[in-house]
């Protein structure tokens, strides 16, 4: 059947018609929103480079959650910037650690949000690097037993999840040990399977303040130019334990979302990044895009590819354009 017979342009004629045939349909249940915490008090900084975005000490972190959670936002995940950075980055598994504080502050305010903490060392390195550095490189395995405390300490913390991002070899399988040789068989891991070394992290360096000292990260995070790699990270980490897989960035490997997607049965994260963010940010300060639309019809893209959770910093805007039924 062809046309004059077949006419799509029929089902697109009203607003309620469209709806009705609608695929993908975004909703608040979808996203999680990162978020930056720091120490002091009563401290707010908006990141230049990502506007709309701030770095938050503990106490003025909770009083945001209130406000989140009124949009209906069930999650959040949270990167520290602590006070001191080492060569070793222990300060990530101290007890009293700014990440440890502000989900402990978290969830006694707001037992029901899920509260996830990003795990790496970058924050936390006086280099910068994402793990321990010897002869000029980061030692994967040395690194291992680091990861595996601070995953540890988070979680008594109380945090509900945690999120490697460091991608070294074997993670995954560290953390899912420690957690479970301490009591905690029941602590979702979400892992960044397929982290690509991406300029799209630009922004969040400064948010983070994790820039690399010296060199790149492309010793240990993805080329951009592998999937065939990036089904080999997912299945580690899937057969590791991963309980959630997760693409980063999201914009620029939709087709990684999707391979995913159709060759593994966990739930699927992808990771909208700051510099997908904020070039979208730029341009409607510029008012040569429409901020709301754009980024609705990017997080729609990233579920319809195949992400049944958005790591997004238009989460609380996109529950609201949402609840407000645009
Ligand atoms: C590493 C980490 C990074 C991001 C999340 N976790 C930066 C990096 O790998 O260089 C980037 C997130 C973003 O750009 O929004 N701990």
Redesign the pocket.
Do not use: N
């Given at each position: 059947m062809t046309f004059p017979i077949d006419r799509p342009r029929r089902l697109r004629r009203t607003e309620s018609l469209r709806r009705m045939v609608r695929e993908t349909v975004l909703t608040a249940d979808d996203l999680i929103y990162?978020m930056f915490v720091v120490p002091g008090q009563n401290f707010k900084r908006e990141i230049s480079a990502m506007p709309g975005q701030y770095q938050l000490s503990a106490d003025t972190f909770v009083r945001e959650l209130d406000h989140i959670s009124t949009l209906g936002i069930r999650a959040v995940i949270l990167?520290g910037i602590p006070e001191n950075k080492d060569p070793h980055g222990l300060a990530s598994c101290h007890p009293e650690g700014i990440v440890q504080q502000a989900v402990r502050a978290a969830k006694k305010e707001f037992p029901g949000l899920v509260v996830i903490t990003?795990v790496?060392l970058?924050?936390y390195t006086s280099h910068g690097h994402?793990g321990v550095i010897r002869d000029g490189e980061v030692q994967n395995d040395e690194t291992l037993d680091i990861l595996a405390r601070q995953a540890l300490s988070h979680v008594e913390a109380g945090a509900d999840m945690v999120a490697p991002?460091?991608m070294m070899d074997g993670r995954v399988a560290a953390i899912r040990r420690i957690l479970d040789e301490n009591g905690f068989g029941g602590t979702p891991v979400m892992s960044?399977a397929a982290?690509y070394a991406s300029g799209?992290?630009g922004?969040?360096?400064e948010a983070?303040e994790?820039a690399p000292q010296f060199g790149d990260?492309r010793g240990y995070?993805m080329d951009p130019s592998n999937v065939r790699e990036a089904m080999h990270e997912t299945a580690l980490d899937d057969r590791e334990g991963a309980d959630i897989l997760m693409v980063?960035?999201a914009l620029s490997y939709l087709d990684v979302i999707a391979k995913v997607r159709a060759r593994f049965d966990r739930p699927v994260a992808a990771?909208n990044?700051?510099?997908e963010?904020s070039m979208v940010k730029a341009a409607a300060r510029n008012g040569w895009i429409e901020e709301q639309r754009v980024a609705l019809e990017i997080l729609t893209s990233i579920k319809r590819a195949g992400a049944d959770l958005i790591l997004t910093?238009w989460a609380p805007d996109a529950a609201r354009w949402i609840k407000e039924g645009i």
């Open positions: 990162p990167f990003d790496c970058c924050e994402c991002s460091d960044y982290k799209f992290y922004p969040f360096r983070a994790s990260r995070q980063k960035p990771y990044v700051s510099g963010y910093y």
